[in-house]
């Protein structure tokens, strides 16, 4: 099992523990709707058929095959006797943007090997094309059009782009071009080079050459093609034409460490080759004044220390500045305003910020008295009070420091001795956030409390609850604006009287709003019932589980005395339980894998005429805010709609770039979708003020969102 003993933890600020009354059974309980023996449940695959519910892929406990299963009703929809996860694995891809995902299957038992598009059709699933060639990975991507997508194969020393609807070859790189070497490794990746919704495709043969080809309409051709020994990084752009540029990684240069190459994405012709550089380096694109144009940063330790900014002046890149400082972490930050950059510097013993031209305009050790100039600072930004300005606190053995720029930089407070085990969001009165810390102890053990983001006030110290024996949550379960702390007793490090208990904030101190004495292996905060209401599942030390509410602590199950057939809970699964939406209704049901079997639960909601839980059917399109917002890594974006129809679905930054698609197709009704923070190319997205907004037909309407670092 993992240990989630130093999971991102909060603190809680115990007063006094006065008289609890013992949380009991509440009447909006979780009820067993069906179970599967014999089966675990491996992930969610979203809408595979025409039915509302989505589906489910599972493996058989005994023989280890697949099989995919509605999350509605516990059917068996396909069974995959063929594949197991030793042995293959099949994925969902929405290649018509329909709504509903087909499902690739990939198996090779080192005898035999198959690829499969299967899709559903009136409620059986049937084989859309198949080849026996093996394969690597696979990924759905458009392209060729901004309404589909095709599938493209990585194979050994190859790859090969095939039509979604029959599998038809569309080009193979082994052919498609000269120099392809069969017996070398390859890889593929997706950029929208000319910014057109449609993927070019980036072609490496490692050893060998990179290579970009572009769809035409009739088929691909090949831009252009660079020999050597490549490695895709990112892309960006980092000049003034209209089309981005790629960062590749000569994987032989500096004598096999790695020397990065700016290249043109069209004409893949070399802009920047940073050769003073001559060591291993990192590198990172840094739009530091907003104008769309990133600027790029190196940083070397050895064989000697080099940081350099390159900037485009219309004509080439120079160098915006450069210093040969010992730095051991170079990174972007806004600390005076949201339209300007400056850069936090790590040496030994310092920390310096740096404005975009390189001017040092703050030297810790220069100018905080009793700074530890023998020690190493380790630097994480926050935006404790939300204002889209990042402050700087910087952990040393010997304890922690603030600094924030209020009109100058200085140091906000100062805490000696502690450490710092997370922000835990604001959980009192005021915006800002506060701080969990540990009080010193004896090898780095201690008691947890918190401090005031801004200020540094201890408000609330648990001396109970230690980091050795127990490990916090924290989350916006009552949905008010702030966090709640929960403080729980990890099995055996939790000593011989467990307790459990959750802590928030009554307007002038925190309390203990309930408190349990299970003992517990685990604890998780999750959404069993709606998007919006939080419990807590314990999974205990005797392998029984108890679900929560998180806001009062009444228990809405109880497996051992609620479940026929108990098995107890199967802690080798990850996760054991699974709180989510299984329709495309927002319709809430608690998955949970127990040794030998799959059982879900759900709320006892009253049927409607179908036999289905009722909803409301919205009369207007109405976007609501998304929970959490602020964020910081994902959020639920919710929204209504009246009538069933594809709804574009988009998060735009604040110069109305598109973020992220989230496109689908839905029924009337109650929708939430889960953002991952990432952008269309898998990386996170920016901080600060975003938007998103929901189409479907003619109406659209938009709501804002913050990211916080």
Request: aromatic share 10%; proline share 5%; hydrophobic share 40%.
């Amino acid at each position: 099992m993992k240990c989630f003993r130093h999971l991102f933890v909060f603190a809680c600020v115990a007063l006094s523990f006065a008289a609890w009354a013992t949380p009991r059974a509440h009447a909006d309980a979780l009820q067993q709707t069906y179970t599967i023996p014999g089966w675990r449940l491996e992930k969610l695959l979203g809408n595979t058929d025409g039915d509302l519910a989505y589906e489910m892929l599972m493996v058989n406990r005994a023989s280890g095959y697949y099989g995919v299963f509605d999350a509605g009703t516990g059917a068996l929809q396909k069974p995959f006797t063929s594949i197991t996860p030793a042995t293959g694995w099949i994925e969902p891809i929405d290649f018509d943007g329909d709504g509903r995902a087909e499902l690739v299957a990939r198996v090779d038992d080192g005898v035999h090997r198959d690829v499969v598009v299967w899709r559903d059709s009136l409620g059986s699933y049937y084989v859309r094309f198949s080849h026996t060639e093996p394969v690597v990975s696979q990924f759905g991507d458009k392209v060729r059009s901004t309404t589909f997508k095709d599938l493209v194969e990585v194979q050994p020393g190859d790859v090969v782009v095939r039509n979604w609807t029959n599998g038809a070859e569309l080009m193979r790189a082994s052919t498609a071009g000269p120099g392809w070497n069969t017996t070398h490794q390859a890889d593929a990746r997706p950029v929208d080079v000319d910014g057109d919704g449609i993927d070019e495709l980036l072609l490496l043969n490692f050893g060998v050459s990179c290579r970009l080809y572009k769809w035409n309409g009739t088929q691909y051709v090949m831009l252009w093609i660079k020999t050597g020994n490549w490695f895709f990084d990112q892309s960006f752009n980092c000049d003034t034409d209209s089309h981005r540029e790629m960062a590749l990684i000569d994987l032989n240069g500096n004598g096999g460490l790695g020397r990065y190459r700016i290249l043109d994405g069209l004409t893949g012709a070399t802009e920047l080759d940073p050769s003073a550089f001559t060591g291993s380096y990192s590198f990172q694109p840094v739009d530091h004044d907003g104008d769309g144009i990133m600027e790029l940063f190196f940083t070397q330790t050895v064989p000697t220390s080099l940081t350099a900014a390159y900037q485009w002046n219309g004509l080439t890149y120079q160098t915006s500045f450069s210093h040969a400082d010992l730095t051991t972490l170079v990174q972007p930050v806004r600390m005076r305003a949201t339209t300007q950059t400056e850069y936090i510097e790590t040496l030994p013993g310092d920390l310096r910020i740096r404005s975009s031209a390189g001017f040092v305009l703050f030297d810790a050790a220069a100018s905080i008295p009793g700074w530890p100039a023998s020690e190493l600072p380790e630097v994480q930004t926050h935006d404790v009070n939300h204002d889209g300005l990042v402050e700087l606190v910087v952990s040393f053995p010997s304890g922690l420091r603030m600094i924030r720029y209020d009109g100058t930089f200085s140091q906000a407070w100062s805490l000696p001795g502690r450490l710092l085990a997370g922000n835990v969001g604001s959980t009192d009165a005021d915006a800002q956030d506060e701080f969990l810390c540990i009080e010193p102890g004896a090898g780095n053990v201690g008691a947890y409390a918190v401090y005031d983001g801004l200020g540094g006030a201890k408000e609330g110290l648990w001396p109970q609850f230690t980091n050795d024996r127990c490990f916090v949550l924290s989350g916006p379960w009552e949905q008010n604006g702030r966090n709640s702390l929960f403080f729980a007793s990890a099995g055996a490090f939790a000593g011989p009287k467990p307790l459990n208990t959750m802590v928030r904030w009554n307007g002038s101190g925190y309390y203990n709003a309930f408190a349990f004495a299970d003992t517990v292996d685990m604890v998780l905060a999750q959404r069993n019932r709606s998007a919006t209401t939080w419990d807590l599942a314990e999974y205990l030390t005797n392998g029984d589980l108890v679900i929560r509410d998180a806001v009062n602590g009444s228990i809405r199950l109880q497996a051992s005395r609620s479940l026929p057939g108990w098995t107890g809970i199967d802690l080798l699964s990850d996760p054991p339980t699974r709180g989510l939406a299984y329709d495309t209704r927002n319709s809430w049901e608690t998955m949970i894998n127990e040794n030998g079997r799959f059982t879900a639960v759900r709320r006892n909601l009253t049927l409607d005429a179908a036999g289905e839980p009722g909803f409301s059917t919205p009369s207007a399109m109405r976007v609501l805010p998304s929970m959490p917002n602020p964020f910081r890594v994902a959020t639920t974006l919710r929204f209504q709609v009246p009538r069933d129809g594809h709804a574009q679905i988009r998060i735009f930054d604040a110069a109305g770039r598109v973020v992220r698609t989230l496109d689908r197709a839905l029924t009337a009704g109650n929708h939430t979708v889960e953002w991952d923070g990432l952008d269309d190319a898998g990386r996170p997205s920016p901080n600060g003020v975003l938007f998103y907004s929901v189409t479907v037909g003619a109406e659209r309407q938009t709501m804002k969102l913050v990211r916080l670092r």
